[in-house]
């Protein structure tokens, strides 16, 4: 059956206006350029300080975007390794570091000019970086085969001169905390069903405290609520439990967040973000608002992004003790308690950035190759 123009139109129309109408999203699209290959596949974005800037990783086109925010425009497509990651950027914007996970370095790239300026040899498979607060070192992570610690780059010199040894292998992501003291590291160690995270003492980057996340797989992102008092992973639980068909009970697979006190031997509570008849598939990236309202969830599976309200969520963990928590693990009634919305974006969503002021989250959607904007003018 074919499809006229102006139907086509129509229908495109009524869906713009249902988006714009929810009140909270507020969706539309950026094609990424490409390069090298016909599929750049945008894994990663991060935004300058400033929230002027984007940029994308590009896992297959072994290059980064360069997009303007305002104008929605790409304005430069620089090469790098082989399969970038992840990225990091200078609190001045100037300087930006990018995982090569393929080539098993980090490029250093100089945002004015568009060109990278030095390559720094790493672990096996740097799949994520951040900066220390004050910006004087880049923490990477290799998940590589057997690699169980993180590699430290000064950035003033731009050379390795460090490691931290982890509890387990299999490092992820790592999060730095509000007052730059501390960093948390999501060990997702393959073959086991019980993943756990690292607390680290940045002073002397010593592991302080080894916590476990139960019957979890698939750590991949992890991010600091903007108080501290909480850190937030997505996650997902694998279960024996047959017949197929009881999958829509929760019985076989759910797709999860732990949100983790952060003081020492605080509480693990594995929550929820699925419902009876609506799975949030494979969670991905991460990202709390600046202003402590919502968390952002961009769902690889689903080809959205799931909002939740954090007061909400981290009243669900204050009043219940840890007893209460692992009961409530698998009521997919607790998801109404703290879920805002699902915005449908591009094809699997990888990772999520939302700007400083809160106004507006970003998706790299990998299949898509585009970026999808989400406003949120509630946050």
């Known amino acids: 059956m074919k499809i006229s123009k102006k139907c086509l139109f129509l229908v495109l129309g009524m869906v713009a206006s249902l988006l714009i109408g929810s009140g909270l999203s507020e969706a539309g699209f950026i094609q990424g350029t490409r390069i090298k290959t016909d599929h750049p596949s945008p894994f990663y974005i991060l935004l300058s300080p400033d929230g002027n800037t984007i940029f994308t990783a590009n896992q297959s086109g072994h290059s980064v975007s360069i997009v303007d925010a305002k104008s929605k425009k790409v304005i430069g497509e620089v090469p790098v390794g082989i399969q970038p990651e992840a990225l990091a950027i200078t609190a001045d914007g100037k300087t930006l570091y990018v995982c090569n996970a393929e080539e098993d370095s980090v490029s250093v790239l100089d945002v004015a000019s568009k060109a990278v300026t030095k390559v720094i040899k790493?672990?096996?498979?740097?799949?994520?970086?951040?900066?220390?607060?004050?910006?004087?070192?880049?923490?990477?992570?290799?998940?590589?085969?057997?690699?169980?610690?993180?590699?430290?780059?000064?950035?003033?010199?731009?050379?390795?001169?460090?490691?931290?040894?982890?509890s387990h292998y299999g490092p992820r992501d790592i999060a730095?905390?509000?007052?730059?003291?501390?960093?948390?590291?999501?060990?997702?160690?393959a073959g086991s069903v019980n993943r756990s995270v690292d607390f680290i003492d940045l002073t002397t980057n010593k592991v302080t405290e080894n916590r476990v996340i139960r019957e979890s797989c698939n750590l991949r992102g992890i991010d600091y609520t903007p108080c501290g008092c909480y850190a937030i992973v997505t996650y997902e639980t694998p279960k024996v439990w047959l017949p197929?068909?009881?999958?829509?009970?929760?019985?076989?697979?759910?797709n999860n967040i732990a949100v983790i006190e952060t003081k020492p031997g605080g509480k693990v509570a594995r929550l929820p973000i699925d419902e009876l008849n609506?799975?949030?598939?494979?969670?991905?990236?991460?990202?709390c608002g600046p202003r402590g309202k919502y968390v952002y969830i961009?769902?690889?599976?689903?080809?959205?992004?799931?909002?939740?309200?954090?007061?909400?969520?981290?009243?669900?963990?204050?009043?219940?003790?840890?007893?209460?928590?692992?009961?409530?693990?698998?009521?997919?009634e607790t998801t109404t308690k703290y879920l805002v919305q699902r915005?449908?974006?591009?094809?699997?969503?990888?990772?999520?950035a939302v700007s400083p002021d809160g106004k507006y989250c970003y998706a790299a959607n990998y299949f898509s190759n585009s970026i999808s904007i989400i406003k949120t003018p509630l946050d």
């Open 244 to 254: 197929v068909c009881e999958a829509e009970n929760g019985q076989i697979f759910t």
């Open 176 to 189: 730095i905390s509000p007052d730059g003291k501390t960093g948390i590291v999501i060990l997702d160690t």
């Open 298 to 332: 961009g769902i690889r599976g689903m080809h959205r992004v799931s909002i939740l309200d954090l007061p909400n969520l981290i009243k669900v963990v204050s009043t219940n003790s840890q007893d209460e928590l692992d009961y409530i693990r698998d009521d997919f």
């Open 343 to 352: 915005v449908n974006v591009g094809l699997c969503p990888s990772s999520v």
């Open 122 to 166: 790493v672990g096996d498979w740097p799949c994520n970086i951040k900066l220390s607060k004050d910006g004087s070192k880049a923490y990477v992570c290799c998940s590589g085969n057997m690699w169980d610690k993180i590699d430290i780059i000064d950035t003033s010199s731009n050379t390795k001169t460090g490691e931290i040894q982890l």
């Open 278 to 287: 609506n799975y949030d598939g494979n969670p991905y990236g991460i990202q």
